[in-house]
C-alpha cells in the first residue's frame, strides 16, 4: 500500500545552496513506498547523495528535524558512509526549544571537530522552517553572525527563506534584531505545487504573497503597473488595484473627486498625499514628458561631464608645461594662469 505524500511536499523546491559553508538544507526524501509520485517528482535519500557528489561536495553528518520515520530507512544513509542523527521536533508552528538548540549545536560541534572537510545535510519536512530555525541559531551562536544576516544567508541560498513568522519573530528576539529588515514571503508552491525535472519552480506560476508589515511601506515604481500607452482608465483601473492589494491595509482610500468626474482619485491629506501629485501619478499622466525631461537631463549631464574632463586636461597640462628655475616660480606662474586665464605668462622670453 503506498503512503500519503506530506502536504505541499510536491511543489517544494528540492534542495539549498551552500549556507555558512558549511550547511544544505533539504526536504525530506521519500523512499520507494511511496508510489504514486510521478518520475520527475522521485526525491529518495540516493538522489540527495548523487546531487552532492556530482556538485564534488562531501557530506560526512546528515541530520532529520522530523517527527516520524515513515518517510525513509535510516540505514539508507549509514550504508553510504555517512553518519545520521534524529533530532525530533514538533514541527506545524511549533519553535524548537532552547533543549533541541543545544542538542543540535553540541551534534555539529562534535562533527566539525572530528572532520572539519566535509559538510553537513539537514532538513525537516520541507527544508524551510525547522531546518532554517536551527542552521540560523548555530550561525548566531558560533559562527558570529548577527541574527539578520544569519536569515538573510538562509533566505539567500533556501529562497524564500523561513515563510513561517513565529519562527522569524522567535529568532529576532531571541537574538536581538530588528524585525523590519525582514518581509516574511509565503511560497507559492503551498498552493500550487509545481516542479519542473531539474527541481526548480517554474516563473508561470511564481506567485509570491507578502504577509502584511505594517511597519514597512513597499515602494512603489510606474513600470509595476502598466505602459503608459495603455488607455488611461486601464492605468487609473491597475493603480487603484496596486495600491490596494500592495499598500498595508487602511493605508490610503480612494474617492470620487468632487472636483472633476475624470479625476476619480482624490489627491489630499485624506488620502495620506500632499498638495503635490505624487510622483507615480505624475508618471501616469505624463509619461511622455516625463520620459524626455529624464532624457534631456542624461543628455546635458553627459556634456557637463566631458567639458569638465576637457577643461581639467587643460589645467593639468599648463601645470606641467615649463622648465621652471625654480618651484616658487612654477607655483607662481600656475596659480596665476588659473587665476587670470593667460596662455601668455606661461611662454619664456
Not at 524548537?96 to 560541534?109: L, Y
Not at 537574538?175 to 509545481?194: A, L, Q, R, S
Not at 600656475?334 to 596662455?343: C, D, F, G, K, T
Amino acid at each position: 500500500m503506498s503512503k500519503v505524500v506530506p502536504k505541499d511536499w510536491i511543489g517544494c523546491p528540492k534542495k539549498s545552496y551552500l549556507i555558512g559553508r558549511k550547511f544544505v538544507a533539504f526536504k525530506t526524501p521519500l523512499d520507494e513506498t511511496f508510489t504514486k509520485l510521478k518520475k520527475t517528482e522521485i526525491f529518495t535519500p540516493n538522489d540527495v547523495f548523487d546531487w552532492l557528489t556530482k556538485s564534488k561536495i562531501k557530506i560526512g553528518l546528515w541530520i532529520d528535524l522530523t517527527k516520524t520515520t515513515r518517510y525513509y530507512n535510516s540505514k539508507e544513509i549509514i550504508n553510504r558512509g555517512c553518519r545520521y542523527e534524529k533530532i525530533w521536533c514538533e514541527g506545524h508552528g511549533s519553535v524548537p526549544d532552547w533543549k533541541q538548540i543545544k542538542t543540535f549545536t553540541d551534534i555539529v560541534d562534535n562533527f566539525i571537530s572530528e572532520c572539519p572537510d566535509k559538510i553537513i545535510g539537514v532538513h525537516c519536512t520541507h527544508g524551510y522552517n525547522r531546518t532554517g530555525y536551527l542552521i540560523v541559531s548555530y550561525l548566531v551562536n558560533k559562527m558570529n553572525f548577527r541574527v539578520d544576516d544569519a536569515l538573510k544567508a538562509f533566505s539567500d541560498n533556501r529562497p524564500p527563506g523561513i515563510y513561517r513568522e513565529q519562527y522569524v519573530k522567535d529568532l529576532v528576539h531571541r537574538y536581538h534584531g530588528d524585525m523590519n529588515k525582514h518581509i516574511i514571503m509565503k511560497p507559492f508552491w503551498t498552493n500550487k505545487p509545481h516542479q519542473d525535472d531539474a527541481g526548480h519552480s517554474n516563473p508561470k506560476n511564481d506567485e509570491v504573497k507578502i504577509l502584511r508589515n505594517p511597519s514597512i511601506r513597499p515602494e512603489y515604481y510606474n513600470h509595476s503597473n502598466r505602459r503608459n500607452d495603455d488607455p488611461y482608465h486601464r492605468r487609473e483601473q491597475n493603480h487603484h488595484q496596486f495600491r490596494y492589494t500592495e499598500q498595508p491595509r487602511n493605508h490610503i482610500r480612494f474617492s470620487e473627486s468632487s472636483n472633476s468626474h475624470n479625476h476619480p482619485v482624490r489627491i489630499d491629506s485624506r488620502n495620506g498625499h500632499t498638495s503635490a501629485i505624487p510622483h507615480c501619478r505624475t508618471e501616469i499622466l505624463h509619461g511622455d514628458k516625463v520620459h524626455k525631461r529624464k532624457e534631456a537631463d542624461k543628455r546635458r549631464f553627459k556634456e557637463f561631464i566631458k567639458k569638465r574632463r576637457e577643461r581639467r586636461k587643460l589645467d593639468r597640462a599648463n601645470d606641467e608645461r615649463g622648465p621652471y628655475k625654480t618651484d616658487h616660480e612654477q607655483n607662481y606662474y600656475s596659480s596665476h594662469y588659473r587665476n587670470h586665464n593667460s596662455h601668455n605668462k606661461y611662454h619664456r622670453s
